[in-house]
């Protein structure tokens, strides 16, 4: 075995994973963290994994195809799900956290673990010597973007992330709210406030016109699909909101009332003092979104605790540079996992943390690395970042429209997703036992 220490760049959620993954199997970890001692513009602590887009890690049914990643990741132990699990708050069917316990987890986990060194510093170059994993996330340092832009020698792209803004509890008047999930599955973990047409209509116009941040005159605009800021779909047409994250499908008010559109606000923390407000991550400048968002039922005397923002993500051009074992093409002692691999979603993220991790004990061995099978959700992810075609490559969440199709065509849309969940859990169990 190599006795030297695997070197995980980045102590979010990938890097975490990947540093618990390698020390569970008795490999010295290195682990870097350049927080606090630089901070970025999202992050408000110095704690590991610390979540800033939103505390929801999307649905945790098996239906889904976020469910069916998560039953993955808790069959190969990993530990951003125990902590996930540790650490939930109310959602429905998702699975959210309350933040500040779930990176309290994170980090604690780390700092304990005796085959783990945690390293407050900045990493401005990339190791020369030995297994390195890159888990640096979509807001790497200029610094060492430099330096990774030299090593892989491959143009890098970005887009435009947007944070939902959060407000305190204690603001929202009640009285114009109503409690509920969609098609009430889970408990009533959702605050919803009902709007009809005329006030649908206004808040869109109000989007529309609004004063946003402009952008720095030498980036362009390239926002990721699945992360549209607010204002940005209310103009790409009248009904976009209500047919997307406003829509009143699955809702119905106390009074029986017919909605037009909806706006949900789901719990951020498990003191039950702040909501996030779902689906309205935003560019707007500060003073446009306490005057629109304040027309929202409910919200007209709202303390916002964080106004939503924008920042610039980096991530690779994965299919031009990685192997479906998440090394470089360039270099295979070194490893990438994370957002900045091109996939999207706090748990993707972690997902391939966890793979990047395990192929880095292979590496450090004399092991061949593994790539999970294809009709895993895992395998499907590393597949696609590493065999999507490289002139159109964006990031992406797993869906099923990611996995294979069955070898024996099933019509029906629900008994063609169970069939292939049993499919990705079996080829999953006998994958893993290959797994040291």
């Not at 709202?302 to 980096?314: D, K, M």
Request: with cysteine; proline share 6%; glycine share 8%.
């Amino acid at each position: 075995m190599n006795a030297h220490p695997i070197t995980v760049i980045g102590g979010g959620l990938a890097g975490t994973e990947a540093a618990f993954q390698i020390a569970s199997r008795g490999v010295p970890v290195r682990l870097y963290e350049m927080r606090p001692q630089i901070p970025t513009r999202v992050h408000c602590s110095d704690l590991l994994g610390e979540l800033v887009c939103s505390n929801s890690l999307k649905a945790d049914t098996l239906s889904s195809a976020h469910g069916l990643l998560k039953a993955e990741m808790r069959h190969l132990n990993s530990l951003v799900l125990r902590a996930a699990d540790a650490c939930r708050v109310p959602a429905g069917s998702a699975l959210a956290v309350d933040r500040e316990q779930f990176a309290r987890y994170l980090t604690d986990a780390v700092c304990r673990h005796p085959g783990i060194s945690l390293v407050r510093e900045e990493v401005t170059e990339l190791p020369s010597d030995g297994f390195v994993i890159v888990a640096s996330g979509p807001l790497t340092s200029a610094t060492l973007t430099a330096d990774i832009q030299r090593r892989v020698g491959a143009e890098q792209l970005y887009f435009y992330d947007a944070l939902s803004p959060i407000v305190a509890a204690d603001s929202i008047d009640y009285t114009k709210t109503f409690f509920a999930s969609r098609y009430d599955r889970g408990g009533k973990d959702y605050l919803n406030c009902a709007l009809n047409r005329d006030l649908y209509e206004q808040l869109c116009d109000a989007l529309c016109n609004a004063e946003c941040v402009a952008l720095h005159e030498v980036e362009r605009e390239l926002f990721f699909e699945g992360c549209l800021p607010v204002e940005e779909m209310a103009r790409r047409g009248p009904q976009t909101l209500a047919f997307g994250p406003l829509k009143p499908v699955g809702l119905t008010p106390p009074d029986q009332s017919q909605l037009h559109a909806v706006v949900q606000l789901r719990l951020e923390d498990r003191m039950r003092s702040a909501y996030n407000m779902v689906g309205f991550q935003t560019r707007l400048k500060y003073g446009e979104q306490r005057r629109i968002f304040r027309m929202i039922p409910g919200l007209e005397q709202a303390v916002f605790l964080r106004l939503g923002s924008v920042h610039r993500n980096t991530f690779l051009n994965a299919p031009r540079l990685l192997l479906p074992t998440l090394q470089t093409k360039c270099d295979p002692n070194l490893l990438f996992a994370g957002q900045i691999t091109g996939v999207e979603g706090y748990v993707e993220s972690a997902a391939t943390g966890l793979l990047a991790g395990l192929n880095a004990v292979a590496l450090s061995r004399g092991d061949a690395p593994l790539v999970p099978p294809a009709t895993s959700a895992h395998g499907a992810l590393v597949h696609y970042i590493s065999g999507a075609c490289p002139d159109t490559f964006q990031p992406m969440n797993i869906n099923f429209g990611l996995l294979p199709a069955l070898q024996t065509p099933v019509s029906r849309k629900r008994l063609r997703r169970e069939a292939m969940i049993d499919r990705a859990l079996m080829d999953l169990r006998t994958w893993k036992q290959k797994v040291a």
